[in-house]
């Protein structure tokens, strides 16, 4: 199936946990970095990605580069292809878990 089929059927849908999937052509709108000093993921990234008018959560781990951090301005505003893992995060302040696309490695995403 084609990549907005994919996309729209995620959007809620729990039934895809954990399963292994590849977006094309995401435009990422927003981007924010865990800074917690107390968090394990200090330095993971969250990219707000739009496609067709639906809006998706790219969730990266921290990511190095020749030994530097990957820092966020690395893709805002850029148009990127993904391979990642369906997963859930319950946002700060809220009872409702939201679908993200969990990425483990700089590969994963690849910028136009």
Same mark, same amino acid.
């Given at each position: ?15 895809? %946990?954990?399963?292994?999937? +590849? %977006?094309?052509? %995401? ?14 993921? +200090? ?11 639906? +809006? #998706? ?10 030994? +530097? ?15 990642? #893992? ?19 490695? %700089?590969?994963? #995403?690849?910028?136009?």
């Amino acid at each position: 199936s084609n990549v907005e089929d994919v996309t729209s059927t995620f959007v809620g849908n729990y039934n895809a %946990l954990h399963t292994t999937v +590849k %977006l094309t052509g %995401l435009t990422v709108v927003e981007t924010y970095t865990t800074t917690k000093e107390t968090s394990d993921d +200090k330095g993971a990234i969250s990219l707000t990605c739009e496609k067709d008018g639906v +809006k #998706i959560t790219i969730r990266t781990i921290v990511l190095y580069e020749d030994g +530097k951090l990957v820092t966020a301005d690395r893709f805002e505003g850029q148009t990127i292809d993904i391979k990642g #893992i369906v997963d859930a995060y319950t946002p700060e302040g809220s009872t409702e878990a939201q679908i993200q696309i969990r990425v483990f490695s %700089l590969d994963a #995403i690849t910028i136009h």
